[in-house]
């Protein structure tokens, strides 16, 4: 893709109704996208069904959900619960009695990874059983689902699976390093991703963040069909992240995080979603603005691009309530004149020509730097010492604003969508937020 293509209008069509059917594939856990769309899809009455990735035993086989944990998790959905398990990735696979991936990796340390080669011919192996595995039950869910949605019924499937990275403790000392580490500390993310184990990851990240996306519209087609042959309509939908548009000296430019360890995975998953579009099947990919979530607090500097919104809550004319969420800012600060400082701080972090070298849509995802990590984390550790309470920051409440602006624009715009890939920016999400608060 040359460049973003952008929703510039809030959509204002809703073909989903009482009745219709809301598919939410991928387990709900705590604060995150997926939320505002399961808000959205309850407020219009929909029947909400959901998938559970399953759980671990102590031997690392993969299992159902318990009934506790079943009647919890539909709680928190708030509709039913397929319970076949739907662990993506192939990390924990492998052929009968052979090793899995994440057993290669166990011997790795700090020391060695670099240097450190794996058997491809059996990591294949391991990713084809992985695969297998996983379209094994999507079928199985597909002919649990097939007899919930009526005849005639929309159905609105919405993927939400995304990550990938094994469980081995070599690599959260040298997550540490890429995302968070600098001076000394700091790693340069080009040095995981031309090792074994930086390859590994990059794989076991297409699996589950993109190739499920696949499995999920594959899995799906006898539904799709008999759904649209008795006068229903189906729709799919995916997160992606690829940058975001912000404020930046007065004008919405894009920007994106570095470095975003995801990003081949996530433009896979756009390829998949022009793929299927281009077979009348519609599909959409839609990239977010950075939030702060449970998984992406590892990254350090994401929620550096959040601050901008407040600007552009004002410049799309958010009047009295826009004014109140920068009084609420405010007032998480130790000095009254902290948040005048930080949008100053967030101001100087764009200008600078670090930042400049790496607003390049073409060159995306890009390796991080020394220059980058000194930057950024540094900024980012100025920003939250200002904060009177470290666990009260001024990101909760912007990515909260972010998560309920996006759930209705999208939720809109899939009745009718206008591209495969399309870009929620600040100016949309802020007019969005304005429109239902002013």
């Not at 204002?12 to 808000?39: C, H, M, P, S, W």
């Not at 404020?247 to 756009?270: C, D, F, V």
């Not at 060159?363 to 200002?386: R, Y």
Request: charged share 25%.
């Amino acid at each position: 893709m040359k460049e973003p293509v952008s929703l510039r209008d809030i959509p204002q069509t809703n073909i989903f109704r009482k009745g219709d059917v809301f598919v939410l594939f991928g387990e709900l856990f705590g604060r995150g996208y997926a939320n505002g769309l399961v808000n959205e899809a309850r407020n219009a009455g929909m029947t909400i069904i959901g998938i559970t990735v399953g759980r671990r035993d102590e031997k690392n086989a993969l299992r159902p959900l318990t009934e506790e944990e079943l009647a919890a998790a539909e709680t928190n959905l708030g509709g039913r619960i397929i319970n076949v398990p739907l662990m993506a990735g192939f990390d924990l696979d492998a052929p009968a009695g052979e090793p899995t991936p994440t057993d290669l990796l166990a011997d790795m340390t700090l020391k060695s990874w670099q240097d450190d080669k794996l058997d491809w011919k059996h990591i294949e192996k391991c990713r084809e059983a992985g695969a297998r595995r996983f379209k094994d039950s999507v079928a199985k869910v597909m002919a649990e689902l097939d007899d919930m949605i009526a005849d005639g019924s929309n159905v609105f499937f919405a993927h939400t699976m995304a990550g990938g990275i094994p469980k081995v403790k070599v690599f959260l000392a040298i997550a540490n390093r890429i995302y968070k580490g600098r001076g000394e500390r700091f790693l340069s993310s080009r040095a995981l991703f031309d090792s074994d184990l930086g390859k590994l990851i990059l794989m076991n990240f297409d699996e589950v963040t993109a190739n499920t996306f696949q499995h999920l519209i594959d899995g799906s087609a006898a539904i799709r069909a008999r759904i649209e042959k008795t006068g229903g309509q189906v729709r799919y939908t995916a997160y992606g992240y690829h940058g975001t548009e912000i404020l930046i000296n007065g004008h919405y430019e894009w920007q994106t995080y570095t470095n975003y360890s995801q990003g081949p995975a996530k433009m896979r998953l756009e390829r998949i979603a022009e793929s299927a579009w281009l077979k009348g099947i519609k599909a959409t990919v839609y990239n977010c603005p950075e939030i702060r979530t449970n998984s992406s607090d590892i990254f350090v500097g994401v929620e550096l691009s959040l601050f901008p919104l407040l600007k552009a809550l004002k410049k799309e004319k958010g009047g009295a309530w826009a004014e109140a969420q920068w009084q609420a800012c405010r007032a998480l600060f130790q000095d009254e004149h902290a948040l005048d400082n930080l949008l100053q701080k967030i101001t100087d972090y764009n200008a600078s020509s670090v930042m400049k070298g790496f607003r390049n849509f073409a060159a995306w995802p890009m390796d991080n730097s020394a220059a980058l990590a000194d930057l950024m984390i540094g900024t980012s550790d100025e920003i939250t010492q200002m904060h009177k309470d470290w666990k009260a920051l001024v990101t909760d409440i912007l990515s909260s604003l972010v998560l309920e602006g996006t759930g209705p624009l999208i939720f809109h715009e899939t009745s009718n969508p206008s591209a495969p890939v399309l870009w929620l920016n600040h100016d949309i999400i802020a007019r969005q937020l304005n429109l239902m608060h002013g």
